[in-house]
């Protein structure tokens, strides 16, 4: 079982779904953004999500791409993401996965990355721009090293797509809230409960949904029917407006939204 699963499992004994929280390493400084991911740990997030900077992200709203865009021009490098995670795991017993684009995995060596990302304590990979039928290698990789690969669902996949998805997926599936890119919404699509149900239907077994999300109420909301919610925009807001100690606060009061009622599936 993975540190990602296990996660996900101790949560849902304690009767509550688990709190997926993001933050891009190197924001606002690379030593901030290390204790900024532990202070997600410390404040009710259960998986913590990092996110390397890159230069053209496709999926990235406008807060994210600001941070991203600040820790690029301060001078990130890869190697300071391995760094970041060693010093993060090394304080908190939260799994950390990676959300990164495709090319600077390529760029550095598919299983170069993922022997440093394994040595450094990450618990896997989430990519948004590589379906798995292109991911042949990165998918051997993280059998031989026992990573976890988190692929995307959106609303418009076919049934096909989810099944292909469902299939490679580790840990869980990442269910897009919504077509487009992250940010928070007044509302979360209905799409999203459609799919998950869809993603049951061909067998996925965790499903955490993400995009969109930035209340406790939306976090309740997306707990009736999903493992967990993801939130990004909301806590990278919180840690640029008022630093660690809101971010803090931020965490605190999301985390309040996962004790909802749990969603009942076969495991």
Request: with cysteine; aromatic share 6%; hydrophobic share 45%.
């Amino acid at each position: 079982m993975s540190r990602v699963e296990a996660a996900i499992l101790k949560a849902e004994a304690e009767g509550r779904s688990v709190f997926v929280g993001y933050l891009p390493v190197g924001f606002p400084d690379l030593q901030t953004s290390i204790d900024a991911a532990i202070a997600l740990a410390q404040n009710g997030v259960d998986i913590i999500e990092l996110g390397p900077p890159y230069s053209d992200p496709v999926m990235d709203g406008a807060v994210i791409q600001e941070a991203t865009t600040q820790a690029l021009a301060a001078g990130f490098k890869t190697a300071d993401l391995f760094t970041a995670l060693r010093a993060i795991t090394a304080a908190v017993d939260a799994p950390v996965l990676v959300m990164t684009y495709w090319n600077p995995v390529l760029q550095y060596g598919i299983d170069r990355y993922a022997d440093d990302l394994l040595a450094a304590g990450g618990a896997g990979l989430i990519t948004p721009d590589i379906t798995p039928e292109e991911a042949g290698e990165w998918i051997a990789a993280s059998e031989r090293t026992g990573l976890d690969r988190v692929f995307l669902a959106a609303p418009t996949s076919s049934d096909a797509r989810l099944e292909l998805v469902v299939k490679a997926s580790t840990g869980f599936v990442y269910t897009v809230s919504t077509m487009g890119i992250t940010g928070e919404r007044a509302e979360l699509d209905r799409a999203a409960r459609t799919l998950v149900g869809r993603l049951r239907a061909h067998g996925a077994t965790r499903a955490c949904v993400g995009i969109g999300i930035s209340t406790a109420e939306q976090i309740a909301g997306v707990s009736e029917y999903a493992d967990g919610a993801i939130v990004g925009t909301a806590l990278v807001r919180a840690l640029r407006d008022g630093g660690i100690p809101a971010l803090a606060e931020v965490t605190r009061n999301l985390a309040s939204g996962t004790s909802s009622a749990r969603p009942v599936h076969e495991n």
